[in-house]
């Protein structure tokens, strides 16, 4: 599966037309519309109707772009989702393996009728109770479009378990790693949060976000989101190697060239171990590091493009 840049999103109601039309600015690797909690029970038909129309919108800024499904009407979002362009579908409170089943047969029947390769909208798999905890590895690997999966915290977690959300303590410890583990296992796009007290529930606190998605990355996670565009910049700051790191892995790469011409196992580096571990590890940067370049040129390029600018020329 192709590595995907996901390092922020941006969550927003649907039916807002002000969060919507400036979307494409925010500079997002994704931007997620919802269909599901932040809309209103008497306009949910009325924001299924728009799903189509800010695709385009999203897509203008080099995004890529999903929407957030409602649990209880899944053939009607979909229906209103599974157009050209659309990336992903999120399904929220996913609790079987069946129900994912379910959503891939949907999505399969309106890409059939809309003329979109059979395939290529994603599934996200979001897990946020008990039960779908337990059943996070049929879930996960119940459709091949499960891309992504992951979830075991946050408001509907924090209300299926009886817990506080904004404690001094990872009250999520288990659920989420949970979920962690299973998508690292079947080698899907996961979520993590490492564990930084937070009893505020601010949602556009720049420096912890930085702080927190410094921390993911160490811990081996690529992804984040947010509901506020405050946080966008920071968590693409904090997921992307900075430059010291990588010409760090390149000197660790460099090194291990020359401990294999040794034909020996490891050697060092100013006081560092160098094995095939760390090879791996620093190669892993590299890459990553790659794709976030490229990822970014490539927002740059489209966003340009959408306010009729000339595209910057290629470097050579």
Known sequence: MPRRVRRSGLMMPINNPRFVNNSWRRNCDSLDFDLEDSVPQSQKEYARSLVKQVIPIGLMGGADVSVRINTATPEADIAA?????????????????????????????????????????????????????????????????????????????????????????????????????????????????????????????????????????????????????NVVEPSNRGLTPPPEEVDQARRVLSAYEEVQRRGDAEGELNGQVIDAYEAARAAELIDWSRLCAEKDAFKEQKRREAEGLQPQPTAR
């Open 81 to 229: 989702s599974a157009w050209p362009g659309m990336g992903r579908i999120a399904h929220p409170k996913t609790e079987s393996a069946q129900r994912i089943r379910e959503v891939d047969a949907l999505i399969t029947k309106y890409e059939r009728l809309r003329g979109i390769r059979v395939g290529a909208i994603e599934v996200t798999a979001m897990i946020e109770s008990a039960l779908g905890v337990s059943n996070g590895y049929d879930i996960a690997s119940a459709s091949p479009r499960v891309k992504a999966f992951g979830g075991g915290g946050g408001y509907d977690m924090s209300l299926d378990m009886g817990v506080d959300m904004f404690v001094g303590f990872n009250q999520f410890v288990y659920s989420a790693g949970e979920c962690e583990l299973v998508a690292r296992a079947l080698g899907k796009e996961f979520s993590i949060s490492v564990h930084m007290t937070d009893t505020s529930g601010s949602v556009s606190d720049a420096e912890a976000t930085y702080l927190r998605a410094v921390a993911n990355r160490k811990a081996g996670g690529r992804s984040g989101g947010g509901l506020h565009p």
